[in-house]
């Protein structure tokens, strides 16, 4: 196969209309309709070994959703206070982009099996995939592995509430934010999963991703953090614009993940700003200093 499409650095209106014409691959149909569900209203719900910090982060989290029209899901775990939070999530959305981070381990999985290093080819799709988002790539290794591998890693991983979409769309696989969290903890901690090798390569292509699409959870990060991200934005004639942001903070005294994923969005940059809104909340408050938890 040629060089892959590259993704220059458009715009997020840009971005969004690339995405709407992301072809029969991806979704089997995409309208430019706006959604009429307004979401129920829910609460975040956090726990801590700092009480203080799970109250305030429930707090904020809930503030941010305030006056929201999305269906919203969250799901964040801080290993340093061993801090949880929830929102919905066990609900299912289509995966859109989000699921190249599974399509990824499922890769790796594989290879470590074999004992084998990823082929040149492989890297390759594995980069455009990732740090990209391009279609085509994550279609040929897709096809490549097979719904039974793909299923395979979901089982090995604890993912039990993700589904493949039956027709084989990769964007309309089912996931919730309890899932993509577990997954996210098998990329940042050693487990019998994934290699060490291979959650570092994972890290690496997530922290490369191009400046445009560095957006959601990273949003208010601390400066010392080493940022690892994975987006996923579609539309669709039903539930409006799916937009979700996977984010993994180390280095440091960093330990944390961040999943939300959100439908019911009436544009792209509403999802954007309805989860950067979240994360912000989530960063101030984790990496505020025990006593102004309080304030």
Same mark, same amino acid.
């Given at each position: 196969?040629?060089?892959h499409?590259?993704?220059?650095q458009?715009?997020r209106?840009?971005?969004?209309?690339?995405?709407? &014409?992301?072809?029969?691959?991806?979704?089997?149909?995409?309208a430019?309709?706006?959604?009429?569900?307004?979401?129920?209203?829910?609460?975040?719900?956090?726990?801590?070994?700092?009480?203080?910090?799970?109250?305030?982060?429930?707090?904020?989290?809930n503030s941010?959703?305030?006056?929201?029209?999305?269906?919203?899901?969250?799901?964040?775990?801080?290993?340093?206070?061993?801090?949880?939070?929830?929102? !919905?999530?066990?609900?299912?959305?289509?995966?859109?982009?989000?699921?190249?981070?599974?399509?990824?381990?499922?890769?790796?999985?594989?290879?470590?099996k074999? !004992?084998?290093? &990823?082929?040149?080819?492989?890297?390759?799709?594995?980069t455009?995939?990732?740090?990209?988002? !391009?279609?085509?790539?994550?279609?040929?290794?897709?096809?490549?592995?097979?719904?039974?591998?793909?299923?395979?890693?979901?089982?090995?991983?604890g993912?039990?509430?993700?589904?493949l979409?039956?027709?084989?769309?990769?964007?309309l696989?089912?996931?919730?934010a309890? !899932?993509?969290?577990?997954?996210?903890q098998?990329?940042?901690?050693?487990?019998?999963?994934?290699?060490?090798?291979?959650?570092?390569?994972?890290?690496?292509?997530?922290?490369?991703?191009i400046?445009?699409?560095?957006?959601?959870?990273?949003?208010?990060?601390?400066?010392?953090?080493?940022?690892?991200?994975?987006?996923?934005?579609?539309?669709?004639?039903?539930?409006?614009?799916?937009?979700?942001?996977?984010?993994?903070?180390?280095?440091?005294?960093?330990?944390?993940?961040?999943?939300?994923?959100?439908?019911?969005?009436?544009?792209?940059?509403?999802?954007?700003?309805?989860?950067?809104?979240?994360?912000?909340?989530?960063?101030?408050?984790l990496?505020?200093?025990?006593?102004?938890?309080?304030s």
């Amino acid at each position: 196969m040629g060089r892959h499409r590259r993704i220059t650095q458009p715009s997020r209106s840009t971005l969004a209309t690339k995405a709407a &014409l992301a072809a029969g691959v991806l979704v089997p149909t995409i309208a430019s309709v706006g959604s009429a569900h307004a979401a129920t209203p829910q609460a975040a719900i956090c726990t801590s070994d700092r009480p203080e910090l799970a109250d305030k982060l429930s707090e904020d989290i809930n503030s941010a959703l305030d006056g929201s029209a999305a269906t919203t899901a969250i799901s964040l775990h801080d290993r340093t206070t061993n801090t949880t939070c929830t929102l !919905d999530a066990d609900r299912h959305f289509d995966s859109a982009s989000t699921v190249k981070v599974t399509v990824l381990s499922t890769l790796l999985w594989d290879a470590q099996k074999d !004992d084998r290093a &990823l082929t040149q080819e492989e890297k390759d799709h594995a980069t455009a995939m990732i740090t990209e988002s !391009d279609n085509d790539a994550t279609t040929a290794l897709w096809k490549q592995l097979g719904a039974d591998k793909i299923n395979g890693f979901l089982q090995a991983a604890g993912m039990a509430n993700t589904t493949l979409d039956s027709e084989g769309h990769w964007g309309l696989t089912q996931i919730t934010a309890n !899932d993509e969290e577990k997954l996210l903890q098998l990329v940042t901690h050693t487990n019998p999963v994934l290699s060490d090798d291979s959650r570092a390569y994972i890290l690496k292509l997530t922290g490369e991703v191009i400046p445009s699409q560095r957006w959601g959870t990273p949003a208010g990060a601390p400066s010392d953090a080493q940022v690892h991200v994975k987006n996923g934005w579609l539309e669709r004639a039903t539930n409006g614009w799916r937009v979700h942001s996977l984010g993994a903070f180390t280095g440091g005294d960093h330990d944390y993940t961040i999943t939300v994923l959100s439908q019911d969005n009436a544009t792209m940059d509403d999802g954007i700003a309805n989860i950067e809104g979240i994360a912000r909340a989530v960063h101030e408050n984790l990496n505020a200093p025990a006593s102004s938890a309080r304030s």
